[in-house]
Nanobody
Framework: QVQLVESGGGLVQAGGSLRLSCVAS????????VAWFRQAPGKEREFVSA???????YYADSVKGRFTMSRGNPRNTVYLQMDTLKPEDTAVYYC??????????????????WGQGTQVTVSS
Protein backbone atom coordinates (compact mmCIF):
# COMPACT_ATOMS: atom_id res chain seq x y z
CA GLN A 1 0.00 0.00 0.00
CA VAL A 2 1.26 3.47 -0.86
CA GLN A 3 2.47 5.56 2.07
CA LEU A 4 2.52 9.35 2.07
CA VAL A 5 4.83 11.58 4.10
CA GLU A 6 4.31 15.33 4.37
CA SER A 7 6.92 17.88 5.41
CA GLY A 8 7.57 21.60 5.28
CA GLY A 9 5.17 22.91 7.86
CA GLY A 10 6.15 25.46 10.46
CA LEU A 11 5.49 28.84 12.03
CA VAL A 12 5.34 31.88 9.76
CA GLN A 13 4.08 35.44 10.04
CA ALA A 14 1.04 36.60 8.14
CA GLY A 15 2.00 37.48 4.58
CA GLY A 16 4.79 34.93 4.53
CA SER A 17 5.25 31.75 2.53
CA LEU A 18 5.79 28.05 3.08
CA ARG A 19 6.20 25.11 0.73
CA LEU A 20 4.81 21.76 1.75
CA SER A 21 6.01 18.49 0.25
CA CYS A 22 4.30 15.12 0.03
CA VAL A 23 6.35 12.11 -0.96
CA ALA A 24 4.69 8.84 -1.94
CA SER A 25 6.47 5.53 -1.34
CA UNK A 26 5.75 4.56 -4.93
CA UNK A 27 4.42 6.13 -8.09
CA UNK A 28 0.68 5.99 -8.62
CA UNK A 29 -1.01 5.55 -11.94
CA UNK A 30 -2.40 8.52 -13.82
CA UNK A 31 -5.98 7.70 -12.84
CA UNK A 32 -5.23 8.63 -9.22
CA UNK A 33 -5.98 12.04 -7.79
CA VAL A 34 -3.60 13.61 -5.30
CA ALA A 35 -5.02 16.22 -2.97
CA TRP A 36 -4.20 18.49 -0.06
CA PHE A 37 -6.64 18.92 2.81
CA ARG A 38 -6.36 20.82 6.06
CA GLN A 39 -7.96 20.63 9.46
CA ALA A 40 -8.00 23.38 12.06
CA PRO A 41 -8.78 22.67 15.72
CA GLY A 42 -12.49 22.09 16.25
CA LYS A 43 -13.24 22.17 12.54
CA GLU A 44 -13.88 19.57 9.89
CA ARG A 45 -11.23 18.56 7.42
CA GLU A 46 -11.51 20.77 4.36
CA PHE A 47 -10.33 20.57 0.78
CA VAL A 48 -7.41 22.75 -0.28
CA SER A 49 -6.33 21.58 -3.73
CA ALA A 50 -6.07 18.54 -5.98
CA UNK A 51 -4.44 17.36 -9.17
CA UNK A 52 -7.22 15.37 -10.78
CA UNK A 53 -5.94 12.24 -12.54
CA UNK A 54 -2.66 13.96 -13.46
CA UNK A 55 -4.51 16.51 -15.58
CA UNK A 56 -6.01 19.67 -14.16
CA UNK A 57 -5.47 21.29 -10.76
CA TYR A 58 -8.35 22.51 -8.63
CA TYR A 59 -8.33 24.85 -5.62
CA ALA A 60 -10.64 25.86 -2.83
CA ASP A 61 -11.90 29.41 -3.26
CA SER A 62 -10.24 30.39 0.02
CA VAL A 63 -6.75 29.66 -1.32
CA LYS A 64 -7.14 30.37 -5.03
CA GLY A 65 -4.50 32.84 -6.20
CA ARG A 66 -2.36 32.29 -3.10
CA PHE A 67 -1.57 28.56 -3.16
CA THR A 68 -0.06 26.56 -6.01
CA MET A 69 -0.03 22.78 -6.18
CA SER A 70 2.45 21.06 -8.44
CA ARG A 71 3.97 17.69 -9.13
CA GLY A 72 7.68 17.29 -8.72
CA ASN A 73 10.36 15.22 -10.38
CA PRO A 74 10.34 12.34 -9.62
CA ARG A 75 6.59 12.35 -10.00
CA ASN A 76 5.98 10.65 -6.67
CA THR A 77 6.35 14.06 -5.02
CA VAL A 78 3.78 16.85 -4.92
CA TYR A 79 4.20 20.32 -3.52
CA LEU A 80 1.92 22.98 -2.12
CA GLN A 81 3.43 26.44 -2.41
CA MET A 82 1.58 28.70 0.00
CA ASP A 83 2.03 32.46 -0.39
CA THR A 84 0.44 35.44 1.30
CA LEU A 85 -0.46 33.26 4.25
CA LYS A 86 -3.21 34.36 6.61
CA PRO A 87 -3.88 33.39 10.25
CA GLU A 88 -6.97 31.49 9.05
CA ASP A 89 -4.67 29.18 7.08
CA THR A 90 -3.45 27.75 10.40
CA ALA A 91 -4.17 24.02 10.38
CA VAL A 92 -2.69 20.56 10.04
CA TYR A 93 -2.19 19.93 6.33
CA TYR A 94 -2.61 16.44 4.90
CA CYS A 95 -1.96 14.98 1.49
CA UNK A 96 -4.11 12.15 0.25
CA UNK A 97 -4.61 9.95 -2.77
CA UNK A 98 -7.67 8.27 -4.17
CA UNK A 99 -9.78 7.80 -7.25
CA UNK A 100 -12.76 10.10 -6.82
CA UNK A 101 -14.88 11.26 -9.69
CA UNK A 102 -14.44 14.95 -10.49
CA UNK A 103 -17.56 16.06 -8.65
CA UNK A 104 -16.27 14.39 -5.47
CA UNK A 105 -12.67 15.59 -5.32
CA UNK A 106 -13.45 17.90 -2.39
CA UNK A 107 -14.89 15.06 -0.29
CA UNK A 108 -12.40 13.51 2.21
CA UNK A 109 -14.02 10.03 2.35
CA UNK A 110 -13.24 9.63 -1.37
CA UNK A 111 -9.52 9.34 -0.49
CA UNK A 112 -8.15 6.17 1.05
CA UNK A 113 -4.48 6.92 1.62
CA TRP A 114 -3.46 9.75 3.92
CA GLY A 115 -0.24 11.11 5.28
CA GLN A 116 0.36 11.90 8.94
CA GLY A 117 -0.03 15.65 8.44
CA THR A 118 2.21 18.66 8.95
CA GLN A 119 1.36 21.64 11.14
CA VAL A 120 1.17 25.11 9.62
CA THR A 121 0.82 28.04 12.01
CA VAL A 122 0.42 31.59 10.76
CA SER A 123 0.80 34.34 13.33
CA SER A 124 -0.86 37.73 12.99
Amino acid sequence: QVQLVESGGGLVQAGGSLRLSCVASENTSNDYTVAWFRQAPGKEREFVSAIFRSTRTYYADSVKGRFTMSRGNPRNTVYLQMDTLKPEDTAVYYCATGRPILSAIRNPPMYYTWGQGTQVTVSS
